[in-house]
């Protein structure tokens, strides 16, 4: 770590039947995960499931692992298909039909979730992540996460996992946060690991067909394995269940982050913090407007990602290509924050505001590619095309912040996004929380939505019960038919 890294603080934040995880650096909000009791994650799960279909034309099988919709799995991500060929391009596979059949039963990892209309995307390459390590079951070697750059310190990495690897079938990958540790903690990641994979591999023979065979940490213990480093001044937790639960694992596995985790007991609503829930907000909005006066506008399609700069009220003080290049170099800090923000993948297009000069090209890129630095999803960055365009590609694992959050609107055909009735049930759950805190009252009455009350009466009901019992106030519900489904008022009676 060097003097110029940004501090980093996590904030995780719980309310019934539902966890938000925020990254922040140097208080300023960079990324956010939600995960919902009715709509977990599936990614890194491991299932026990049966070959449905074999499609030969698409060199790739649906597998149904017992969700909604059959699973995608391509003839790419299954182990053994290289040991007769050398290549890892589609022509160099050999046929789908050599590697699988239909009701042929398959053991796989979820790599993307459902996205969409599409199912999950699997693979039969297993990986178990630990703090320090990632042990593949059906890999070989010994892989060094490409941010450990001193290599020095990637030898003495090697050679530590090459010695403990001595017997051991499969490979291990080591990861950033290894960086500086010591072989006997690695030795007991890898022990972890290889107790669990075996634990995995006797669940996989007792499981049934079409079953969960291991399921991936809770966000918070994600949050603790996958993103603490060592620019992480602190964790705060504001569920006391929650804290319990992340001290306790801290305690067994990675004890020099316990010093992190701290306890929120303030008033104030943690994602109140910096500011945090309205930056989620804004996240949410087509145009992001800069401090300049210049503005970004987000359009998020199907098959791609389109940003585009203007310079819009800022006039600058000194000719229009100064004016522009200001712009542009703003415009590059702050799209690179809202792609972590938004968690926006797949095919971006970036079309800054046309340069004359070179140089100037060059430094907006510069600026851009050093933004991105700090991204912890995979991405490559291509050069400006002549058409003055910057083209990228961005690792998609989850949904966008815009695809959890929001839904179609019934108000505009389809073209805008208007709040799922369950982020408005939650919405409402924060705002009763948030008015107990501060007033005094004797019960309170919320008007919304009729999309969103019969939510409250139906799924979430058990939740609502949950909120008047911690307030130990009654809470009664009014269906407004002249509300728009992401508006409600909470009214102190």
């Known amino acids: 770590m060097t003097d110029d890294s940004p501090r980093e603080e996590i904030l995780i934040n719980v309310t019934p039947r539902e966890i938000r995880a925020a990254l922040l650096e140097n208080g300023v909000l960079q990324e956010v995960y939600i995960e919902r009791e009715a709509r977990r994650g599936l990614i890194s799960n491991i299932y026990k499931g049966s070959v449905t279909r ?30 007769s060929n050398g290549g890892d391009d589609d022509q160099a596979l050999p046929d789908i039909r050599e590697l699988l059949r239909e009701g042929q039963e ?7 979730d459902p996205l969409g209309n599409k199912g999950a995307r699997l693979t039969t390459f297993v990986t178990l992540p630990s703090r320090f390590l990632v042990y593949l079951p059906g890999g070989n070697g010994v892989g060094i996460s490409a941010r450990i750059e001193d290599e020095a310190e990637r030898s003495r990495l090697r ?21 500086g540790i010591d072989e006997s903690t690695l030795c007991s990641d ?24 291991h399921e991936d940490l809770s966000l918070p213990i994600r949050m603790l394995r996958d993103m603490v480093s060592g620019d992480v001044d602190r964790i705060l937790v504001d569920s006391k269940d929650y804290f319990a639960k992340m001290q306790s694992f801290t305690r067994q596995f990675l004890p020099e982050i316990e010093p992190m985790l701290e306890l929120y007991t303030r008033r104030r609503p943690i994602f109140d913090l910096h500011g945090a829930e309205d930056e989620i907000r804004k996240a949410l909005d087509r145009t992001i407007t800069l401090k300049s006066g210049g503005y970004i506008i987000f359009d998020q399609t199907e098959a791609m990602t389109t940003i585009d700069v203007n310079t819009g009220a800022y006039v600058g003080h000194r000719n229009l290509e100064d004016t522009i290049y200001r712009t542009n170099l703003e415009a590059a800090v702050a799209i690179a924050r809202q792609l972590r923000l938004r ?8 079309d800054f505001i046309d340069m004359e000069e070179t140089e100037h090209r060059d430094r907006v890129a510069q600026v851009f590619q050093q933004s ?14 002549p058409l003055g365009l910057v083209e990228m590609t961005r690792k998609r694992t989850r949904e966008s912040l815009q695809h959890v959050l929001c839904e179609d609107c019934d108000y505009c055909g389809g073209k805008g996004f208007v709040m799922k009735a369950e982020t408005v049930c939650f919405e409402i759950f924060r705002e009763i929380i948030r008015q107990h805190r501060q007033f005094t009252f004797d019960e309170i009455l919320v008007l919304a939505h009729q999309n969103v009350i019969e939510l409250l009466l139906d799924e979430d009901a058990s939740a609502l019960a949950e909120i008047e019992k911690h307030i130990d106030k009654r ?16 009214v102190l009676v």
């Open 475 to 490: 809470i009664r519900l009014q269906p407004e038919s002249l509300y728009l489904q992401d508006q409600f008022d909470v």
């Open 190 to 213: 890898l022990e972890f690991l290889m107790k669990l994979w075996n634990v995995i591999q006797l669940q996989c023979s007792n499981a049934p067909v079409k079953s969960l065979v």
């Open 106 to 112: 398959v053991v796989v990892q979820v790599l993307k």
């Open 159 to 179: 050679s530590l996992v090459d010695g403990m690897q001595s017997g051991l079938q499969g490979g291990v990958i080591v990861r950033t946060a290894a960086d």
């Open 343 to 350: 968690n926006l993948g797949g095919i971006i297009i970036i």
């Open 372 to 385: 991105m630095a700090r991204d912890h999803a995979k991405h490559q960055i291509l050069p400006v095309s």
């Open 54 to 83: 074999v499609l030969p034309g698409m060199q790739a099988a649906f597998i149904d692992i017992g969700l909604e919709r059959t699973a995608f799995l391509h003839a790419s991500d299954i182990v053994g298909r290289n040991e």
